[in-house]
């Protein structure tokens, strides 16, 4: 099936509520990755937990205030469900220590708005919340609020005071993942107010360039400058995330495992800035145009499907490959260590994969997980 891939445009920041005296490896999953076929099926079992601190589980939505399963059969465990959320709450029991969450999302663009917006709506948000980790044996909620305008920067703010005082009895994170762009960091999020209610910070720093973008860019470069060449970037991002407040110890830097793509318009033109007006081509696992898993545009993976060439840009630190074509930009080994070597000269709390079930699950094209094993190796590291 055609999955849902959201141009993940707004490069976000996740915030978990608890201890950060230690290096985090964060760990998301997409529940929707089940659906897949081949090598792109992805289980909880499958997944490698060794290197993660915290999983986090993309499945629950907000309905009516309320937090609720996005999808009923694939997560729940009833009228012959699928189960993937109980399953995926059991992965506790492989490593000790492993903290297992479940991200939130907004059902329509309001919903954050009205659930932080009234003290009734709060109440009964922090009560469903609650029984919501308890009825799946949660260790907590992460709250994906990406477009909060004016009028709700202290109402976020205030849900937040309120969530952590009711998760902090019960022994549960919480987490919220904001979306990074200057205008909404500067109207919709207080930042040093939330850091008091925080212990670490996600940036979710990709996605700076896609198909809707109308050529061809870096889909997450480190820095901004590359000859004549200039975009925003990961350092910038984290410039800003730090000037408007953030504290740095608390701040975890976010890896993609998701490729972007574009059909090229001048086949003699393939560097970055190249002008595009079509997605490229969708992946046999992912199934979306435009979008590409790294199993599926790794660069083995690339090469064995046809002849591709394949560059690595050392002022950007990002790679790129193009048949002339299709153009796609992708991290790899090499680029994400780069992001973990900048992650510890800013002193950040730590780096998360966003997600496993887009980074090389089976090991196609080499060993499994290579995005998820550089960047904790690197960030571990002393």
């Known amino acids: 099936r055609a999955e849902f891939a959201p141009p993940l445009t707004t490069p976000a920041l996740v915030l978990l509520t608890e201890t950060s005296e230690n290096k985090k490896v964060i760990c998301y999953w997409n529940s929707w990755s089940f659906y897949r076929k081949g090598h792109g099926k992805s289980t909880p079992q499958q997944l490698d937990i060794a290197p993660c601190t915290h999983m986090v589980y993309n499945t629950a939505i907000i309905d009516g205030s309320k937090v609720v399963v996005a999808d009923p059969w694939n997560d729940l465990a009833v009228n012959g469900g699928n189960g993937n959320l109980k399953q995926f709450a059991n992965l506790v029991k492989k490593k000790e ?28 948000f922090v009560k469903s919340a609650l029984k919501f980790c308890k009825s799946h044996k949660l260790n907590g909620l992460v709250l994906s609020w990406n477009d909060p305008g004016a009028q709700d920067k202290e109402n976020f703010v205030q849900l937040l005071k309120e969530m952590k005082e009711a998760f902090d009895k019960a022994d549960l994170s919480l987490g919220a993942q904001l979306s990074v762009i200057k205008a909404v960091m500067t ?15 996600t940036a979710t720093t990709f996605d700076y360039w896609g198909p809707w973008s109308g050529k061809t860019g870096p889909v997450a470069p ?17 410039k800003t ?27 003699q033109d393939t560097d970055f800035g190249s002008s595009s007006r079509q997605p490229g081509k969708p992946g046999p696992y992912t199934q979306t145009p435009g979008a590409l898993g790294y199993n599926e545009a790794s660069s083995s993976a690339l090469l ?58 089976s090991g196609k094209c080499g060993e499994p997980y290579p995005l998820l094993r550089a960047a904790s190796k690197e960030f571990m590291s002393q």
Request: aromatic share 10%; net charge negative; no cysteine.
């Open 97 to 124: 220590g492993l903290k297992v969450l479940a991200a939130v999302i907004q059902k329509h663009g309001f919903a954050f708005s009205t659930a932080a917006g009234f003290e009734d709506e709060r109440k009964t």
């Open 187 to 201: 109207d919709g999020y207080n930042l040093p107010e939330i850091s008091k209610y925080v212990d670490f910070m």
């Open 222 to 238: 480190l820095y901004g400058v590359s000859d004549d060449y200039k975009t925003p970037s990961v350092a910038e991002s984290v």
């Open 241 to 267: 995330l730090l000037d408007q407040g953030a504290d740095s110890t608390k701040l975890v830097l976010g890896i993609t495992t998701l490729a972007r793509s574009w059909t090229l318009e001048d086949p």
């Open 304 to 361: 064995i499907a046809k002849k591709w060439t394949v560059n690595y840009n050392t002022d950007l630190k990002e790679s790129y490959a193009t048949d002339n074509k299709s153009w796609v930009s992708f991290e790899d080994a090499e680029s994400v260590k780069e992001k973990a070597v900048f992650a510890k000269s800013k002193n950040l709390g730590g780096v998360a994969i966003m997600s496993l079930d887009t980074d090389d699950i």
